[in-house]
């Protein structure tokens, strides 16, 4: 099994940053990509960016480019995700998610976060 865990969530004024942190345990050998998504009250859960452990390719979301960045470090098993300039529409919980085989959102991840809250103010 694999174990995924946020953190960094938070309350965060509009134009400010965050960075959210999703430690990997347990059998990270069973993983090959690693992604963000959020999903906001109402609405379906999205897609945000994806890396592979190997190499570092990404993939993002068209809308997420520029103002999201996400990176990691194989030493701590950690993947993050540098938030800027934060509106209150990206106001949700954002999760971490696994899988095996390619980036993208297409397709179903096998491993989950509990998730971390995100809260934008205007």
């Known amino acids: 099994q694999l174990q995924l865990v946020e953190s960094g969530g938070g309350l965060v004024q509009a134009g400010g940053s965050l960075r959210l942190s999703c430690a990997a345990s347990?059998?990270?050998?069973?993983?090959?990509?690693m992604a963000w998504f959020r999903q906001a009250p109402g609405k379906e859960r999205e897609f945000i960016a994806a890396?592979?452990?190997?190499?570092?390719?990404?993939d993002y979301a068209g809308s997420m480019k520029g103002r999201f960045t996400i990176s990691k470090d194989n030493a701590k098993n950690t993947v993050f995700l540098q938030m800027s300039r934060l509106e209150p529409e990206d106001t949700a919980v954002y999760y971490c998610a696994s899988r095996n085989w390619g980036l993208g959102a297409m397709g179903r991840y096998d491993y989950w976060g509990q998730g971390t809250q995100v809260t934008v103010s205007s």
């Open positions: 890396i592979k452990w190997s190499g570092g390719s990404t």
């Open positions: 347990g059998r990270t050998v069973s993983t090959t990509v």
